[in-house]
Structure formats: C-alpha cells, structure tokens
C-alpha cells in the first residue's frame, strides 16, 4: 500500500518560488491547498503568519491540510514568536493530508521548530525522512518552558533520532499522544537511535493512548527525570531495539493493556551493566522499571519541593502483555557462535582487539529492584500481566504479509555484530521490519505499493501490516482487547478517553484496597525530619531500621551535588541518632537522603548562619 510518487514532476518545481497563502488578520483557520503547484506551501503559510513586527498575527490559528493530497515542504516549520498554540490539522472527510519532505536547489529541510508555543498535530500523515534519504536527528522540536504537545489520529515514518525532542522546556511540559501510529521508524540504525520522543526534564503528563510503535529504539525516552504523571493505556510497541519505556521515576503512573512484542530485543550484556549501564543500581533494565525519586536522580538543576514518602506514590502495571518470538531463540541460545573468525551472536562472543566478553540476555520483564519494590508496599500494585515464558503465545507480525521471519535470529546476530565493529559483517535491512524505508513512497490502502495516485489512508487499519493476534487476550480493566485498539473493527467507534482514565483509576483504588486488605506492609525503615530545622551549625537526623540493612545516608545542596556521607555501612535493627556538622558549608537548603536495601527516602534542612 505503498503509491509512488511523481519525482520527476516534484523536480521541476525546484524553480518555482515559494508560495504564500492570503491570511486575513481575523481568522482563526487557515485553509492550506496541496498538490504539485502548491509545493512549499505549508511552510510559508505558517512561517509568514506575522505582521510587520515578526509578531503572530493570532496564536492560536489552526492551519487546515487539504485531504487527498501531498503537501510537498521544501523549508522547515519555525515558530519562533507565539505565546499560543501552533495547531496544524488534516481535514477530514477523506484520506489524511500526507507531508512529504524535500530538497530545493540542493537544500535540503532541516528540523521544524516550534520556539516559544505548543504544538498540536491531528489527522495527518507525517513522512519524516527527506526524499534524498536524509534523516534530521529531530523531526520536531519544542524550546520553551510550560508547553504542551497534542498528538492526535495521525501516523509518522521514519525517524533519525527523535520525532519530537523536548529537552530545551525546562518546566511545564505536557505531552498527549492519542490513537497514532509511529510507524517504520528505523531498519538498521545504531541502538539507540528511532525515539517518538526525547524529553530528558521533569514533566508534568505524559498521556500515551492508542499508540502504536513499530521498529523504534529508545521509544519513549525521559532519562533519569521525575514524571508526575504517566498514563500510558491501550498501546502497542512491536520491534524495539532497546528500551521501550526509558524511565523509572514517577510521582504517579498507570502501565495499562500495553502489548509488548519483541521489545528490547537485543538484549541486555552484563559488563555494560556492570560497567554503569542505564539503571542507577546497575541491574539489568526491564520493560517496566521504577525507582524511588531522589535528588540525584533528577536531572537539571531544580530540585522538586514535593518529593513525598514512596508510600505516597500511585503506581499500577496491569494488563499487560511482554512477548518475544521463539524464532529468536537462537540468537539468545548462541547457535552462530562458530561462525566465522568470530561468532556471529552476542553470546559469549569476545569483541576484535578487546578482552570484553559479551554476554547477552533476553529482555526482562523488572529487574529485581522494581519487583521489590512491588512487593514491599501495597500502593505499587501489579496484576493480570501475561510474561513471556507462560502458555500465551502472540506474535502480531506474523499476521503481516510480505514479513519474512525464518532469518530473524541470523539477522539480528549479524546486525549486532556490525553494530560492535566487526569487520565484514554488515546488513543493509532486517526482513522482519514493518515497512520499506522509503520515503518515496507514500502508503496506500490494503497494499504496499499502490499505483501512482491512488496512495493514502484514511485510518490506521488501512494499513497492510495487521497487529490483531489470535489469542484471547481481554483486558479485566475495560473487557477489551490488550494493545492499541485501531487495529480491531469498530473498537474506536465506542472508545471514550475519560471514561477509559476513569476505569482504569477505579481499578487501580480496588487493587490497593485489596492490596491492604490483605497484609500490612510496614516500611523497612523511618526517616524523622532533621532537628533543629533551620540550624546553625550542628543539626541531628534519626533514623529506625525494621531489619539489618545496608545504610547509605547522604547529604546533597539545592543543585543535586553531593556534599557529603554521613554512614555507608550495614546497620541492625533498632534506632539511631546522627549529627550532621555544616560549620565549613555556606547558608542554604539541603537534602539528605537515606537508603536501606532498595527502599529510599528524602528529606530537606536549611543552614542559617
């Protein structure tokens, strides 16, 4: 379902100059044209919506595609003076407007910006790679403070790095991600690369809804930040290379009727674990991790004011399915290890020039400390996920034709094997990724290459791949099908967001109930707030310990830097008094932050002097 375009015929273009649409100062809907003679219209409409001064004419205009048609963008997208929201839609009633990026004279567009507003994409299809075959490393980007980005009914291909990067907005971001699908975002690229999104700061809401990810790496990538709200509810992510959730520290998060499938694939290798890695405790990294918040796991300089008890935190992870193909059983098990000068699998397999062993794992469901976690306090609740391992078997690729999955564990070893530098072992595409990349095709419905013209979709399920399974799979949240329901007949006819939220908030108030219920779970240990506070320049921290426990109690500054350690050792059960001398530290607020075992607390004092 693929249409070819007319390259030729965009070309002769290249000439033409751009195009800028007549905007009445007093609407708030701007009607865009597509086709050919309107190439790099898109852009000039947006960009030149200012008057005279460079000022936003209105800033929260809405920007009309028309349906059935390209919308051909040779420039980026800049927004650079808006205190509003950059809202650009498809119009409906046909199939989805579909951006095409390309060069002019030789110039190719680089990212779209959006500097001092929020962003609002709906019903579209969005090609993120230029018809050259650049890729930039940001389709997207958003560079201000308290902003907020709406995704809605839309499907993006293709993807360098990430499609929206965020890490410029410092504070108030919101991210709303509904019923879109983040398709082919990356074949053979390096690990890490194919993110739908980057957003390494502290944010308010990330609501993911409906959303499909096939072929990514870091998915959703939020490094080492607080999230105070998650809901990420009826999603399917299908081929990750790594991560799918890059994450652990949330204030509040609802992990709901998500269907994982072969995420993380290649594996976790247990020197880069013990080397540092991407989890703070250096355990392996697992489909869901969390964490408790600290200061030094905060990234940026602001340190949150409201970091509460964890017996305070709202987390809920049910319904779930984690799923890896038995086709990659060999590449796990090692059967390419004696080929060649070097073995083609990670497994075991020592790098060239190198006395690292690499020694590679299948994906993980949570690594020890989440589970812990889940097991020691009664409102981190999990239940009714299916794990890879039982008698559930759901393989949604398998339904996509023209998907080839007989080579899948060689691709994979062969792939990796280039991926850590070993000479002569290259591959130019995996058999087994959705779509083609190539971003001079355009999809078209129920095929894969459609004749030229007749390219374009009007809904998700359109598409050729199909992410339905055969196993019966129903959510005891809502009765409906786990995994993102545009790829099942009629299920968004009958979805409603807010009664879906409210269901899945009811099931989370009942678990707890249950949770409590049935055994008290007293803490490990106590943390009293340090005495006197403020202070000058003695002040005295009291602590109780449930059980014998390693004890780690650390003061940092207001900055997250680490001034000193008050005790690093195991301790017996009982209580304990510490004082804390800050005769050689300046005036200021300070945190001191205690752990024992896997369970963490903070808290804050002020030196006066």
Known sequence: ?????????????????????????????????????????LESTINGDVNDAGERIHPNRVYKLEKDNFHIQYAPIDVVDSLGTVTIVG???????????????????????????????????????VTNGQRNWNAWQIRTDNQTLTVEDCVFEFSQGNIFHMND??????????????????????????????????????VLENVTVSNSGLTFLQQETLINYLYMNHCTLINSKKYPIMDKYYKKAYITNNLFVNCNWVGEDYNVIQSGGQDPDRLPMGIVGIDTVQVEHTLGTTVPEDIDEISEYQV?????????????????????????DYPISRLGWELPDSTVQVRNVPPI??????????????NIVQENNWINGTDTEVDPQLNTPGVENEDVAEDMAIWNRGQYGVADEEISEISWWIGDADPNTVPGIEVEDAPAGEGGIRMISDLVEDFTYNADLTSAIDNRRIGALHWWEGEMDTWDSEAAMQMVENAYQNAVKVENDIVSRPSRFTLSNAYPNP???????????????????TIYNQLGQKVTTLVDEPR??????????????????????????????IRKVVLIK
Request: glycine share 8%.
């Open 1 to 41: 379902m693929k249409s070819k375009l007319l390259l030729g015929m965009m070309l002769s273009l290249l000439t033409t100059g751009l195009l800028i649409a007549q905007v009445p100062a007093d609407q708030d809907t701007i009607y865009i044209e597509g086709g050919l003679e309107n190439a790099g219209l």
């Open 91 to 129: 119009e409906k009633g046909g199939k989805k407007p579909v951006i095409i990026l390309m060069p002019k004279e030789d110039a190719a567009p680089s990212a779209n910006g959006i500097i001092a507003g929020s962003l609002t994409i709906k019903n579209l299809y969005v090609q993120c790679m």
């Open 169 to 206: 907005v410092t504070q108030g971001l919101d991210i709303f991600i509904r019923n879109t699908y983040f398709r082919d975002l990356d074949s053979i690229g390096q690990w890490w690369n194919a993110r739908v999104f980057t957003a390494k700061v502290p944010t308010d809401s990330v």
């Open 316 to 340: 809920y992870v049910a319904n779930n399915v984690h799923w890896v193909s038995p086709l990659f059983n060999p590449y796990y098990n090692g059967q390419y290890n004696d080929v060649g």
């Open 365 to 378: 469901w949570m690594n020890s400390r989440t589970e812990t976690l889940f097991n020691e306090y009664g």
């Open 535 to 553: 202070f000058n320049p003695t002040t005295t921290i009291e602590f109780t310990l449930a059980n014998k426990s390693h004890i780690n109690l």
């Open 572 to 601: 017996v059960a009982g209580s304990y008094k510490i004082e804390w001398d800050a005769s050689d530290m300046p005036s200021g607020l300070y945190f001191y932050t205690m752990k024992a075992g896997n369970v963490k607390k």
